[in-house]
């Protein structure tokens, strides 16, 4: 009777901060079994061995411990992976009003012995830090002196996927956290598989093994979109002109991407508003961005992966991975930032043949097998239903913008247009060529792109200089007819599909016309 009645109160204390503090009237099943957990394990006496939160992007990770934060005895520490992050979670604080300090780099000590006061006399509830300031003598000395209630590593599997290599120091928390009076350690993220999960008993519960709570990583508002392209610059422009797309979220591999990219965007859709973000930006460059992007209702961010990470905007509708994520759970992570208001959104991968093989690519260059279901099953998760995919949809198309004009004009007239020359005609429009002015939308450098690609994949040939033409030879032209084949057959058994879907169903057994209606009917048409 005695625990009922606590777990009662406790459950009133949830509700009634939920609605004035956090201006929220109700809880996922998800979160509510999270908070009461560890509030009800907050004490000294408790052998909590700590907690893995595995919780979708959008599910509400954050409330999961800022609510808590308010109840627990003693301080919560949060330690995050990227600056951006950081500062997204102080933007959070500052909404709710809950007291804060920040610890990070650039600090001098002055500032630091001011701010850790605010800790030992209580006037602030949350430490927001990174591995690295976690790892300074000062701080350590501080908080082995206070009562540590929460100690969440959040986006925890990026202390695995990047703690032994790009990130050494997310490696070193596991043995820092043992020296400190942390009651409860709680690791959060949106997506964990079995490697990250023994990553994290490993290099953070080496002694016990801790509580799991596993959400699945399957967000139903999210439309999973493959496009085969000879030109990714080209095929984002073409997408973005969309205006139901924005805002929008680009993931390049590599810093000098996110700027050809942006720029190439920029030139083609000028009156987009368009910004790059990648870590060789300065920390006010990068706080401006975060801000940006976070007000802008039609941007468009291009950003590496590692910091797109820290992009945290509700209502982006659309992500777009100009490169593949280095495994599934990764794409995950990265595509989860689409639709975290609830609302239906987009993930869409651009592939131009050129992708490494991996397990990824192999699930999104499938045209037989659900997307959804492949990538739940690289997680070790159960599927039940697909809510959205190319697969599922009958929107699978193996065809390339541009790809039939550019071997047609090659086949029509061989050994005639060299690169140049013929992406030259194909943007001209007042030419005399049957596919003159085809491409005419492209920009003249996405054209060649395209060219030189099918001319790597073999589909084209070229001469050596000084003359560089181009030319089809007869083996390419029977696989062109069987790829046009395939195509046309493809979009012919789509067709029929959605014609059988929408044709109205007839009753099983129809009345029979009564003889002498019939015979009336006859003689009324005879005369």
């Known amino acids: 009777m005695k625990d009922e009645t606590a777990t009662h109160f406790l459950e009133d204390q949830i509700n009634l901060l939920l609605q004035e503090r956090f201006n929220i009237h109700s809880l996922y099943p998800f979160q509510r079994l999270v908070i009461q957990r560890i509030v009800e394990e907050d004490s000294e006496e408790s052998n909590h061995e700590g907690s893995v939160v595995v919780l979708p992007t959008g599910g509400g990770k954050s409330l999961c411990f800022m609510l808590p934060s308010l109840l627990v005895e003693g301080i919560t520490v949060l330690v995050y992976p990227l600056l951006s992050l950081m500062h997204d979670q102080i933007r959070r604080l500052k909404e709710v009003s809950i007291p804060y300090i920040c610890i990070q ?72 956290i043992q020296h400190l009076p942390v009651r409860q350690v709680l690791c959060f993220t949106a997506t964990a598989d079995e490697r990250v999960l023994q990553g994290l008993n490993r290099l953070i519960f080496p002694i016990t093994r801790p509580h799991l709570i596993h959400a699945s990583s399957n967000r139903t508002n999210i439309t999973y979109h493959v ?107 990265e595509s989860g930032r689409a639709g975290r208001d609830g609302k239906p959104a987009l993930s869409i991968s ?90 005419s939308s492209w920009g003249m450098q996405e054209v060649q792109e395209a060219i030189m690609l099918l001319i790597t994949e073999g589909k084209l040939h070229m001469l050596k200089r000084p003359k560089r033409r181009l030319y089809i030879d007869y083996k390419a032209v029977a696989t062109l007819l069987t790829t046009m084949h395939s195509w046309l057959r493809l979009k012919y058994e789509s067709a029929k599909k959605k014609a059988e879907e929408n044709r109205p169903q007839l009753p099983y057994h129809a009345s029979s016309i009564p003889p002498d209606q019939g015979d009336s009917n006859l003689q009324d048409s005879a005369g």
């Open 227 to 333: 496009i085969r392209t000879l030109s990714k610059n080209q095929s984002i422009a073409g997408l973005l002109r969309q205006e139901n797309l924005l805002p929008a979220l680009v993931f390049c591999s590599t810093r000098k991407l996110t700027e050809t990219s942006a720029h190439s965007l920029l030139y083609a859709l000028p009156d987009v508003s368009v910004r790059y973000y990648h870590a060789g930006l300065t920390k006010d460059e990068r706080r401006y961005l975060e801000k940006w992007f976070n007000d802008t209702k039609n941007g468009v961010l291009f950003a590496t992966k590692a910091f797109g990470m820290g992009i945290d905007v509700k209502g982006i509708r659309c992500v777009i991975h100009h490169d593949l994520s280095e495994d599934v759970l990764s794409f995950l992570q």
């Open 350 to 439: 651009l592939l131009d043949g050129r992708e490494k093989p991996s397990p990824l690519a192999s699930i999104l260059q499938s045209t037989e097998h659900c997307f959804r279901k492949g990538l739940l099953e690289a997680m070790n998760e159960p599927f039940e239903y697909c809510s959205g995919c190319d697969v599922c949809n009958g929107s699978i198309s193996l065809k390339r913008q541009g790809e039939r004009a550019i071997l047609m004009s090659v086949l029509s007239h061989p050994f005639h247009f060299s690169p140049s020359s013929l992406a030259s005609m194909l943007q001209d429009t007042n030419g005399w060529y049957s596919y003159g002015g085809t491409l």
């Open 105 to 176: 780099g650039g600090q001098s000590h002055q500032e630091r012995n001011l701010l850790l006061e605010k800790l030992k006399t209580k006037e602030a509830r949350i430490l927001v830090t990174n591995a690295e300031c976690l790892c300074l003598p000062a701080l350590i000395n501080t908080l082995a002196q206070i009562t540590i209630s929460l100690l969440v590593l959040d986006e925890a599997h990026t202390i695995i996927s990047w703690g032994e290599g790009f990130r050494p120091a997310l490696a070193t928390v596991g043995p820092i």
